[in-house]
């Protein structure tokens, strides 16, 4: 892992990654960044890594083959760390072509390219021979499995049983993964995390969408009875997770990455307004959305045993200084939640913002 490709990493988790990752290891060479940019895209996020000498921006599409063969052979990389995805079920409920043809075309790119720069003989359909050391790292979800009922947790062997667009595109990702370490014998694994949370999120998704609300005093929508349960992981927490795979994982296995956090929507909503001193008042309750899944629950013990990594976060300390970081950081919320996303929300929740 001297040589890395991160794609998505001006996004929420990817960006918090190349954060991580540049912090703590002297060993890497180079750490290419390839983002087209999209609403969740944002390079201020990465404004305290933007002058080390390792580190390298590009502004692209994960679907561009040309460009995806251009900057292997420009860079010479060992390692892909494959973030880059349309990522909010919601929007995958309007968008649903979006969703397929970047997470699983792009997907599908990313792997031919690697598996045709490292294997040793790219012309011998035959050759399971690649360069040493060579890793591709698909960072999935564990909506691909689904939903569960009251009991029992996800594990790396419950069968994939999507609900929403979003979950079948990467569903369908991780499958042709998988595809390729079977077909082609291509070095890769597969990380499926729970629910993150953490700094630089974009406030579409329920965490930050509620701390924004509530610190202007505005509606703040649930969807149903707001009881879908879900697992919530640190996105540090996460990005030490992706790490260990890194370092540690056996080729061609899947890792689980939970926080042993199990809560329910409304319950973190109070919280957020317990913690900033508003009213419970300001809970709207909207309609819910199709196919809402009504609980997640990760099941970590092999990543926690194999490889030897733990959640360091409690939910209660994480959620303090990801309240913190958002009160810190106005202006970055107030520049991410202008234009577009103004009206992709009245769209979603039928609110004025």
Known sequence: ???????????FIGSNFIQYLLGRKQEIELLVNLDLLTYAGNLENLKSVEHDPRYCFIQGDIRNRALVRKLFDEYGFDTVVHFAAESHVDRSIVEPELFLTTNIVGTQTLLDVAKNYWKIHPEDKYSREYRPGVIYLQVSTDEVYGALGRNGMFTETTPLAPNSPYSASKASADLIVRAYHETYGLPVNITRCSNNYGS???????????IHNALYDKPLPVYGDGMQIRDWLHVKDHCAGIVAVLEKGEVGEVYNIGGNNEKANLEIVRQILKELGKPDSLITHVQDRPGHDRRYAIDNTKITTHLGWKPSYTFEQGMAETIRWYLDNLDWVEHVTSGEYQKYYRKMYLLDT
Not at 1 to 11: E, Q
Not at 200 to 210: A, N, R, S, T, V
């Open 1 to 11: 892992m001297r040589k890395l490709l991160v794609t998505g990493g001006a996004g």
């Open 200 to 210: 630089y999120q974009f406030p579409e998704k329920l965490i930050p969408l509620m």
